[in-house]
């Protein structure tokens, strides 16, 4: 292979972060009540299902569960082999070969994967003092599409409503509010996608359902939007099983109800707690908190580790400097997380 046959647009491109460890996985911001409760039973009613056929192409059956929890259309929505996919989708449907794509940085690096890989540019916009978004430079950047999350990850805050509702307003192009972990936070804009003739709201079911592993996500727009992005979604990409086991967690609000309390009663503690030991946690609307090592953050990571607990260095990112990510867990993992913690700084 000649290095000029890989096109220009995904030549620098890097793996993704894939750790090979048996520590206890505190990096990924997944559900830590375990696999959502209706797992066991949806996978036993699959083995009669006949599974030479094919799914169905759009997935009807969740998205008319999607219509009913949010009071939309099933046309509203179109769903993903993750919400990874949504995204893809989105880029697909509304950017041509080098076009603009502005975010705010820093952020989910995925969305720059997702718009060189489709041949787009990936402009980063300052966040601003308490990592709050910039709408004027948003705008000022004049790129095709805006695309943010909120709760923003890696800093697990929540945009200003009025900031995001300024972005979606006076953009000229399609805005996309990525809301992965959207179950933890008061504020939404689900329920707002048919006001704005521009407005993508992504979801999952890998973080506040406890599906991961099932690679389920969906996003919905108004109804022109959305039937743009429907054609060009690759049709089966979400197969049945998962699609099933989606749409009975759709339906089993108490795990969710279960995930969310335990999120918002260990958070302050957790928070204190590493606040006590010299670490500078940011505030977070999330199930993940960020926080700042008074010390290297890539040797706290290794030595956290090496004692059994995994969590996410972000400190060589600027603006990032020693900041790691971790997991907010039940109150056994957050005590498992603060004693590790606790022997690294005694080693110091
Ligand atoms: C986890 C995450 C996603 C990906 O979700 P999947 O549905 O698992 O593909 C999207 N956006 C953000 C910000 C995330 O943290």
Not at 197 to 211: C, E, H, Q, W
């Amino acid at each position: 292979m000649k290095d000029n046959w890989v096109r220009s647009t995904v030549r620098d491109i890097p793996l993704y972060y894939n750790p090979k460890t048996k520590a206890v996985r505190m990096d990924t911001s997944v559900n830590v009540l375990g696999p959502n409760t209706v797992v066991k039973d949806v996978l036993t009613r699959c083995m009669g299902l006949d599974l030479n056929q094919y799914p169905a192409p759009y997935s009807d059956d969740l998205r008319g569960a999607l219509a009913e929890k949010y009071g939309l259309a099933a046309d509203n929505f179109v769903v993903g082999n993750g919400s990874d996919e949504a995204l893809d989708i989105a880029f697909k449907s509304f950017m041509e070969p080098g076009e603009t794509v502005v975010a705010p940085y820093p952020s989910y690096v995925l969305h720059g994967f997702f718009v060189k890989v489709n041949g787009g540019r990936f402009v980063n916009v300052d966040l601003r003092p308490g990592f709050q978004l910039d709408p004027d430079a948003l705008l000022k950047a004049k790129g095709k599409i805006i695309i943010l999350c909120t709760p923003n990850n890696p800093t697990a805050n929540c945009f200003d409503h009025r900031d995001v509702e300024r972005v979606v307003s006076e953009h000229d192009g399609p805005v996309i509010v990525d809301e992965a972990y959207g179950e933890f936070a008061k504020d939404s804009f689900m329920s707002r996608v048919e006001e704005f003739d521009n407005l993508i709201v992504t979801r999952t079911f890998s973080k506040a359902y406890g599906l991961a592993g099932f690679r389920v996500g969906y996003m919905a727009s108004n109804l022109k939007m959305a039937g743009v992005m429907q054609r060009v979604k690759i049709p089966y990409s979400l197969d049945r099983v998962s699609e099933m086991t989606a749409v009975a967690a759709l339906t089993n609000t108490s795990y969710v109800d279960a995930a969310v309390k335990l999120v918002r009663s260990e958070r302050d503690r957790l928070s204190d707690g590493l606040r006590s030991m010299g670490f500078t946690p940011f505030p977070s609307e999330s199930n993940f908190i960020m926080f700042r090592s008074p010390r290297p953050s890539a040797e706290l990571v290794k030595r956290l580790a090496d004692k059994g607990v995994l969590i996410r260095d972000f400190g060589r990112l600027r603006m990032l400097e020693d900041c790691v990510r971790t997991t907010i867990g039940t109150k056994e993992l957050n005590d498992l997380l603060l004693g590790k913690l606790k022997e690294v700084t005694e080693e110091w």
